[in-house]
Structure formats: C-alpha cells, structure tokens
C-alpha cells in the first residue's frame, strides 16, 4: 500500500515540479487582511493514510473541515467560487487552510490546482502536503545529493531549533518512529537536504549530516508543510506532530482544542480480588471454574503497599483514584481479627489521593445472576420476567459507601460512581438493556456521572439523568498479583491450543492475534507485556482522548505489576513533550463534562449551527444557545466582556485554549488577536 501511493505521489509531485506560479486576482495583501478568513479547513482526500490522518485529527480536536475525496465523481470542482466569496460587501476565504495528500493532487495543467494557488497567495492560506516525496518542487535536493529513501522503523528524529521556535515548541525534541516488529515494515519516506526557501522543522541523521522530514517551503507567495513519510493516525510520529500540523496550517488560531489526558482508577480498594489459578486456568471463586471449589485464593494489598502507593506518587506526581469498596473491607477485617492495617494507612493518607465511590460491597447490581450455568444468565420469574436487583437495594450500596467515608474523613465528589464490574449497565449477551431500577437509584444519591467500560461501551450516553463515562480497561488483569501470574493468564488468553494455550485467539482472528510462541512466565511480564500495554496506554494520551484507564487493587500488590507501566507512559512521554504541554490527569466528572461539551459541539458542527471567522486580529465565534466553542489561540489574545476584555483560555502547549461562550449581554465570543 505505501509503495504504490509513493509511486502515485511520485508522478504527481514530477508533474508539480513543472506547474507555473498563478498570478494573484484583484485581492492584495491589504485586501486580504480585510477579508473574512472563515475558521474552517479544507481537505482534499485521496484515500491515503496520511490524508486520513490528519483528518481524524480535525475531527477528534474540533476543528470544522469540508472534505473533497478526489475519487468521487459527484465531488465538487474547487474553483475560484468555491473557494471564495463575498459576505457583507467583504470579501471571504471559505478555509483556513488546505490539506493536500501531495504538493499536487491534481496533475499537470490543472486548472484546480491554479485556482488554490492564486486563493492560497490571494488570503494568505496555508497548505499542508501530507505526504510527498523530496525533491526541488518541494524545496528539497533529491535523496541521491545527500538524502534517504527507505524503511524508516526505528529512526530517531529531532525537532530543530526552527521547529521548537516554531509550530513544534510543545515537544521535547525527539521523535521517534515505531518498530514495533523486525518482522514487519512500519513507516517509509524521504529525506532531503533544504534548498532555497526551505526551512526544516523535523530532520534525522542520514551520513555524516542531517536531512529532512518535515519542513515550511516558501515560494511564490505561499507557505507549505511538506511531509515525506507515510504514516496513519495511530503511529507515534504522527500523534507526537499532529498538533503543530494543525497550529501551523490554521496560523496557531483555530476551532478545537487538545490535550494529553491520564488518568488511572484503581479498582476495589479495600476489598480483596480472587486469584488465577494457572493449574486449573480460571480463577476459583469467580464465575466458570471448573474444579475450583476450595482452591480460592485471593490478593489483597498491604499496609506496605500502601505506603508505596503514596510515595510513588509523589515521585511521579501523579494521583491515582482510588475507587473503594468500604463494606468489603469491613468484611475481610471481620474475618482476620478484627484489625486492618491497610485501611488505617490509607485512611491516614486519604488527602494524597483522589476517591471515588465504587459501591459498598461491590455486588452485581443488574439482574440476579444463575451462575450454575456457564455462562451465567439471568433469573426469571413464573411470568418469564428479568428479576433485577431492587431499586432499594442499589440505592443502599451507594448511600452507605458514601457515608463510611464521610466518618473517616474522606472526600468524595457524590455525583461520581462506578458500579461493581460496572454492573447495572447492560451486559450482552445476558443483559441486553440497564437495570429498570439503577437510573432511579442513581438519582435517589445525586449521581450524575457512572463509570462505563470503554471496551464495550465507547460512547457516552445517558441513564436517567446520569451520564457514562467510558473507562479504558488496562491490560493488567485483576486476578493476579505476580509477575509470574500475569504471564501465565497472558500466555493461556494469546496462545493457540497448539502451544498450550485457550485457543480464544485461533477463535477470535478479527479481534485477538495469537503469539507465535507463549512469553516467559519469569521475564515476559516485564520484556513482552509490560511495553505493549504501556504503548497502548500512551496511544490514548496522545489522541486527545479524556478516558480514564482503570486497574485493581490487585495490581497495587504483591509484585505491583501496575508501576511498571505506569512508569513507562509517564516516563516516555516527559521524555517527548516539554514542560508547556503537561499530562492532565482529570477528574472523573471533569472527563463526563468533557465527552457532553464534545458531543453536542459535534452536532452543532454536523447541523451546520457554527459561525466561526477572522477579520484581521478580531475573531467572532457564534454557536447555538447553550453550546460552548472549543477555541485555541496565540498567547496575548484577549476575550472581549461587556467592559473591557480579560486574558483568554488557559496556556497549553505554546498557545491559549479553552471552551467558551459569549458574555453576559453577548451573542457571540469575541476574540481579540495579539498584533
């Protein structure tokens, strides 16, 4: 697939190369400083990866976009009137910006791409060449005058002094491109050596010198981003410069916001979790164990592990959620003495962490569960009706977790909940739709945001008055506290029967690759596992994406098989990013106003209810009533308030953004630029 979008690439850059600049119409510089630039982008889509990529990044952060995809026959022709018009008597640029799959998509002579020349030269638009190979119509020298053209796993590139001064300051300076397998090619593209109007922002080591990879190339009158490598929207590369893509392309002002997000919940504190049993493999004391009776085992942390809990935060400065069970530790302290060191440490250090409700002795709160057949399924009356769990009875389990903390002086936010197994929210195949009685019990207590899992559910979505809030499920699996166990469950899940293992992913090949051969259960946690999940875990932080991970207790034990991975998503990415763009480690509640605010901007974007454009330094937002913008800003820009005007948004990343809306006695937001 990369080869021949190279070689199509190939052929249209050639044909670029020889494409005569387009003289300007009537507008000037002046008259394009007194047009009406609207906040929108235009994407000209080939189908390609790299268009694709770029694309999901608009979309994820907020950013409106029309698309063209070239291979339509229906498909608008970009001409001078689509491009532009006149609003008021003021002449309008219809797009921010253009995002091409290559310097020209469209072949020689073409009179589409004439018309986005003399529009890009006439307003002062943008254009990002996606991917593209190095050459002069580029700015850059072939790759045979001191380039490279390959295989690009594994190269460590870095940010320039241009690109950290530029649309890449948020970085550290590295950027590395994955190699994830030797066995598979991940990333390819072109090096090249800056000619004239050429300014590198991204180069590697290629000989004794330097060559590029991304880069500004001014001519004409016009500014490109020239991309030379392929690459799609989950690859670290991209994800580490997607955010100064669209800062560069939109001139650093734009509709949308990003963040880096993390979050980590820690499952049933205070409760123990059952343990895998790597004879029988299952675990003994859950559901389908065959052969487990009397063999139950379970993993529960320490007062010990709690003291490291609390120190490694701190040397990490990041704060966990603790997410409790207070009836289940009652209970386990009845049937060991009566005394529990783990609650006394973790009641003494309850300031260092954030808490949150997870039911009082963690039941399954949907519908009564038969659990002598395999799987379970729900139980139903003489009449063929789901019995539930009551409404009462749900209610209690919030209620009085609530108030044990409340007597140990723990801070709860009481709008946040997370059920047992996120129980209560539908579960396919046995419970297709929620639990008739949670909606009413979560109102009872004041709950408005409930946990939900991401794998099953990614989408927010209401339950009564409530809202989900999906969470992501870490590979760290609750049922063991070694190493040594994670290896053996990961083994018995991602091998074939051949090597000893379930056979779920011979069963499953859509969703589940099996190992070629099981890991080591001595090394394998820490050498195989540990870097995967860790790389998924960063995936989502790069993605500006708000879902909380959760974990377990369990994890917190024994031999705390969550640090590791923690360590290395908080370690790499501190690593890739500077200061200006730290980790936001939110709330639970602040991730559901965050997923709603997100939701209903969408619909006002897709209902066609935004209003968004530049005229000079002055910008004017407007959305439909009850709708806050996403709007990210240069450092200096001010917000206008019926008297006077307040600094903007807050800094993130070399520049100020936030969601807004108008002032009290406003109809719109009202930004001014800095000069």
Not at 197 to 222: F, I, K, N
Request: aromatic share 8%.
């Amino acid at each position: 697939m990369v080869n021949k979008n190279r070689m199509n690439r190939l052929a249209a850059a050639m044909a670029a190369a020889a494409l005569v600049s387009v003289a300007a119409p009537a507008a000037t510089a002046q008259a394009a400083t007194a047009a009406r630039i609207d906040l929108k982008v235009l994407v000209v889509d080939d189908g390609g990866s790299s268009v694709e990529a770029i694309t999901a990044e608009l979309r994820d952060t907020g950013v409106p976009y029309t698309r063209v995809q070239l291979g339509s026959s229906g498909r608008p022709v970009i001409d001078a009137g689509f491009l532009s018009d006149t609003v008021d008597g003021r002449p309008r640029a219809k797009y921010q910006g253009v995002v091409l799959p290559n310097e020209n998509p469209f072949g020689e002579g073409s009179a589409e791409m004439a018309a986005l020349t003399a529009y890009e030269t006439a307003y002062g638009i943008r254009q990002v060449d996606a991917y593209t190979w190095a050459h002069p119509g580029v700015g850059l020298e072939y790759t045979d005058n001191g380039g490279y053209s390959g295989q690009l796993d594994g190269t460590r590139a870095a940010v320039t002094e241009a690109g950290k001064a530029g649309p890449f300051g948020y970085l550290g300076g590295q950027v590395d491109f994955e190699d994830n397998s030797a066995l598979v090619p991940e990333s390819f593209g072109f090096m090249g050596r800056p000619r004239a109007g050429y300014t590198s922002y991204v180069d590697a080591p290629v000989g004794s010198g330097r060559a590029s990879l991304v880069g500004e190339y001014t001519h004409d009158g016009r500014s490109e981003l020239v991309v030379t490598f392929g690459y799609n929207q989950h690859q670290q590369q991209f994800r580490l410069l997607a955010r100064g893509i669209v800062d560069w392309l939109t001139q650093g002002v734009h509709l949308g916001q990003s963040r880096s997000y993390f979050a980590v919940h820690v499952d049933d504190v205070f409760a123990p979790d059952a343990r895998w049993n790597k004879e029988l493999n299952c675990t003994p004391g859950d559901y389908a164990c065959p052969g487990g009776e009397g063999k139950e085992s379970t993993i529960r942390m320490t007062a010990a592990d709690a003291v490291y809990a609390a120190q490694w935060q701190t040397s990490k400065n990041f704060k966990l959620d603790m997410l409790f069970n207070a009836g289940a530790g009652e209970e386990w302290k009845a049937e060991n003495g009566g005394t529990d060191a783990l609650t006394a440490q973790l009641v003494a250090d309850r300031a260092k962490y954030r808490w949150m409700n997870h039911t009082y002795t963690h039941p399954f709160l949907g519908c009564v569960q038969d659990t002598t057949t395999i799987p379970w399924t729900c139980v139903k009356n003489a009449q063929g009706a789901i019995q539930y769990m009551s409404r009462a009875e749900i209610s209690a389990q919030i209620r009085d977790n609530n108030n044990w903390a409340a007597l140990k002086g723990i801070t709860t936010d009481r709008t946040e909940l997370v059920t047992g197994e996120h129980s209560g929210l539908k579960t396919n195949p046995q419970q297709p739709q929620d639990n008739p009685n949670l909606a009413g019990a979560l109102a009872d207590n004041g709950v408005k945001w409930a946990g939900s899992d991401n794998s099953r559910e990614p989408a927010q979505r209401a339950v009564g008055a409530a809202l989900t809030v999906p969470r992501h499920p870490m590979n760290v699996y609750y049922n063991t506290g070694t190493n040594a166990e994670m290896a053996d469950e990961y083994n018995w899940i991602y091998t074939s029967r051949a090597h000893g293992g379930s056979g779920i992913c011979e069963d499953n090949p859509a969703t589940s690759t099996c190992l070629p051969a099981p890991v080591d259960t001595t090394t394998g946690y820490l050498d195989h596992i540990v870097p995967q999940e860790a790389r998924t875990a960063l995936r989502h932080v790069l993605a500006n994406d708000p879902r909380p991970h959760y974990v377990h207790q369990s994890n917190l034990a024994e031999d705390r098989t969550l640090y590791p991975v923690l360590n290395q998503v908080l370690d790499t990415y501190r690593s890739l990013y500077a200061p200006s763009a730290p980790i936001v480690n939110q709330t639970m509640k602040e991730a559901g106003v965050e997923f709603s605010r997100r939701a209903a901007w969408d619909k006002a974007l897709a209902e066609g209810k935004v209003t968004a454009y530049r005229i000079g330094t002055t910008v004017t937002v407007k959305a439909p009533s009850g709708v806050v913008a996403p709007v990210t800003a240069p450092n200096g820009t001010k917000k206008q308030l019926l008297l006077g005007t307040a600094d903007f948004g807050t800094a993130y990343a070399g520049t100020r953004s936030t969601w807004t809306g108008p002032e009290l006695l406003q109809s719109a937001v009202t930004l001014k630029l800095p000069s």
